[in-house]
């Protein structure tokens, strides 16, 4: 059989309305895939929003630190100076603090002595005592 | 500017698709004017009815996101005509991968989706005629298809395939042959 003889006809046909839906159905889903391209952008951006973001975090707390660690130095140049300058105010007043309580217990220690000797029983105890050790009564006048 | 029918030509109608606000307008009528040629090619080649629905939105939207890159080198109809032959070529070689089986088995299979076509409205001869179409090797039957059915100029049909007249002529020789050969055989 020879192409020729046969007649040429489309043998193929389509469901009813197809080709009047087909138009809105496209645009369907050409829609869908611009939604779906802005999610895709976004998710494709995502890990470099996360690492700006990251790295924006380190920034602002590397800054942060930075300023924490300036406030401290500060605080403590100015504290040592503030010691130093306390000191320094402060130095005469120290020594005669010192002073004054090297000489309360000096004092103290001076009338505790004081006391000792002038106390007649413990004048009397002495006197015992010496006797007892066979001291000589006379030596013992003597020293007292 | 339209015509006096209120139509716009293709490169009107791309210039209006490069419009923001004009450009699903234009696309649309753009859709409209040629979506029944490139359905009629696409099903001949893949003809199952659903198939060549996906492969031809497939194409459309291909050719939404081309077009804005478009500078008609081609003219707007060879270049949906190759979008949508090699959709439909893709479809086919995505067929014969997830078959595992080679070519000729696709053939078949496409050939028993013609057996059980409900939108298949041909006599005994046109079916004939569509087994012997299929018997063909890929680019025999493209251009047979081109060219018997779509009766396109084969500088055309060179245009969308990228190869020569020469090259088709001699393909389309081959493929009547064959397609006379299987007729008379069966």
């Known amino acids: ?144 | 500017m339209a015509n006096r029918k209120g139509e716009y030509s293709d490169s009107e109608l791309i210039r209006l698709f490069h419009e923001p606000e004009k450009s699903d307008y234009a696309f649309n009528l753009i859709v409209k004017r040629y979506q029944e040629r490139l359905y009629w090619h696409v099903r001949k080649l893949i003809i199952d009815h659903e198939d060549t629905d996906d492969t031809l939105q497939n194409t459309f939207i291909k050719a939404w996101n081309g077009l804005k890159s478009f500078r008609e080198d081609a003219s707007l109809f060879t270049w949906l005509y190759r979008i949508a032959t090699n959709e439909a070529l893709s479809f086919l070689r995505k067929k014969k991968k997830r078959s595992f089986v080679p070519l000729v088995d696709v053939e078949y299979s496409l050939e028993r989706n013609l057996e059980s076509d409900e939108y298949f409205n041909g006599d005994q001869i046109q079916k004939k005629l569509q087994k012997a179409i299929l018997t063909l090797p890929e680019k025999q039957r493209i251009v047979f298809l081109m060219r018997y059915y779509d009766e396109m100029k084969y500088e055309t049909i060179a245009e969308i395939l990228d190869t020569s007249v020469g090259s088709l002529k001699a393909s389309y020789h081959h493929a009547v042959k064959k397609i006379e050969k299987f007729l008379m055989d069966e």
């Open chain 1, 1 to 144: 059989m020879k192409l020729s003889e046969i007649k040429k006809q489309n043998p193929f046909t389509v469901p009813d309305g197809y080709f009047n839906d087909f138009s809105s159905r496209l645009q369907d889903k050409l829609g869908k895939q611009k939604d779906s391209k802005k999610r895709s952008l976004y998710y494709s951006l995502k890990p470099y929003i996360y690492s700006v973001a990251s790295a924006a975090a380190i920034l602002i707390a590397a800054l942060v630190y930075y300023n924490i660690s300036e406030n401290k130095h500060s605080e403590t140049v100015l504290l040592s100076s503030e010691i130093a300058l306390a000191f320094e105010d402060n130095i005469y007043d120290l020594e005669e603090t010192y002073l004054i309580e090297n000489y309360t217990v000096q004092q103290e220690a001076e009338e505790m002595i004081y006391d000792y000797e002038s106390d007649p029983t413990y004048k009397d105890e002495i006197i015992q005592y010496l006797l007892d050790e066979d001291v000589e009564i006379e030596s013992i006048v003597n020293e007292l």
